[in-house]
């Protein structure tokens, strides 16, 4: 696939301007249309179908920002999930901890994403974007438990509320005598 690299580099925070960008592997581009090979003998199917070329340009720079960087990994989380007996989570708890919720993996990816997009996006685009990752993070929550700190380019934690299922049910994890191990 055909990349305009000089622009979607200026496009990218400093720090990762240098990074590989070839994500688009098993894709290809008829016309505007990216297109993904078939697999196994299928057809193949259209990716994405771009408006024009500047339409184009921008689904690939937020493609990339979902590749490059690093995910902070460093943060706490107060609950770890172990293993899971009689369809029930076990945990670990952190007696100090950054975050006062079960870990959720997908945040670090979530903020490194948005950090790259930030850069180089146009303002309108990315608080678009802020929104859906927001709301993919209170997904499970019945009152909503994040938000995005749009200075210091982060999730927040602003409620103690519990995660749901998919009915809207609390879900009170972890319950008492779920926790096997505290640590510091």
């Not at 146009?122 to 993070?137: G, H, N, S, T």
Request: glycine share 4%.
């Amino acid at each position: 696939m055909r990349l305009d690299e000089k622009w979607i580099r200026e496009h990218l925070p400093e720090d990762v301007r240098d990074e590989d960008l070839d994500v688009f592997s098993g894709l290809y581009l008829d016309g505007l249309k990216v297109m993904s090979y078939g697999e196994r003998g299928d057809p193949d199917t259209v990716h994405y179908d771009a408006k024009d070329e500047e339409d184009l340009r921008w689904w690939q720079l937020e493609s990339i920002c979902h590749s490059v960087g690093k995910a902070d990994n460093t943060k706490t989380w107060r609950w770890y999930r172990d293993h899971a007996e009689n369809g029930r989570w076990l945990y670990i708890e952190h007696k100090t901890y950054d975050y006062n919720a079960i870990e959720d993996s997908r945040l670090p990816g979530f903020e490194s994403f948005l950090r790259n997009l930030k850069y180089g996006f146009p303002a309108k685009e990315w608080e678009k974007r802020v929104q859906e990752y927001v709301a993919l993070m209170n997904y499970w929550y019945v009152t909503p438990h994040w938000d995005y700190d749009r200075e210091k380019l982060c999730f927040i934690e602003i409620s103690d509320s519990k995660e749901h299922d998919e009915h809207a049910n609390i879900i009170e994890e972890p319950r008492p005598g779920s926790v096997i191990k505290i640590v510091d």
